[in-house]
């Protein structure tokens, strides 16, 4: 899923969590996914945030990082 399906997904799931009065969680969750948003590298789409935090030596990070693959999965 993109960046931006992910976060019409969440939107959806808002809406819902706002009618029932319990959306802190998912603006959380929101907060998250925004912070760990694509990007293009030189040849690959990276995630913005684990490339800020991830030392020299360490391999690059793509998108959809850790991060995101677990939010996917655990909305699916």
């Known amino acids: 899923m993109t960046h ?42 990276l995630c913005k945030e684990c490339s800020q935090l991830r030392k020299v030596d360490d391999p690059v990070i793509t998108y959809p990082c850790s991060t995101i693959q677990a939010i996917e999965k655990g909305l699916s």
Do not use: C, W
């Open 4 to 45: 931006d399906e992910l976060l019409i997904e969440i939107n959806r799931r808002l809406d819902v969590a706002l009618y029932n009065g319990d959306a802190q969680s998912i603006h959380a969750l929101r907060a998250v996914v925004e912070l760990h948003k694509p990007f293009m590298g030189n040849t690959l789409e």
